[in-house]
């Protein structure tokens, strides 16, 4: 069983920068991808970011826009996304997680361990 546990999220002003993170309690995490997504509701949740566990290489949404960065820290079994330059088009729960097989990354059904969510909300 892997608990995904997220952190980080809170209120900031248009154009702030904020970190959020996620860690996988596992004794061995066996994963080949982290990724993060967002949801509004009453819509669909949709791909951020996602990187692959073995050499860290990461995709973006193309909303991103270079304001994003997604990284991982194989050691401590941590996914971390900056966001900078946000806007209010950010507000959202924001979802960390892990899948245990390769693909594109950017569809929710590739992913098998997710963590609760966590509200990042843009506000002037």
């Known amino acids: 069983q892997v608990e995904v546990e997220e952190s980080g999220g809170g209120l900031v002003r248009p154009g702030d920068s904020l970190r959020v993170s996620c860690t996988a309690s596992a004794r061995t995490l066996v994963t080949a991808g982290g990724g993060w997504f967002r949801q509004v509701p009453g819509k669909e949740r949709e791909f951020v970011a996602a990187v692959t566990w073995s050499y860290g290489y990461p995709s973006y949404a193309d909303f991103v826009k270079d304001r994003f960065i997604i990284s991982r820290d194989k050691a401590k079994n941590t996914l971390t996304l900056q966001m900078n330059n946000l806007g209010l088009e950010d507000t959202a729960t924001y979802y960390c997680?892990?899948?245990?097989?390769?693909?594109?990354?950017?569809?929710?059904?590739?992913?098998?361990?997710w963590g609760q969510g966590i509200q990042v909300t843009v506000s002037s």
């Open positions: 997680a892990f899948a245990l097989v390769a693909n594109s990354g950017d569809h929710p059904n590739e992913y098998n361990y």
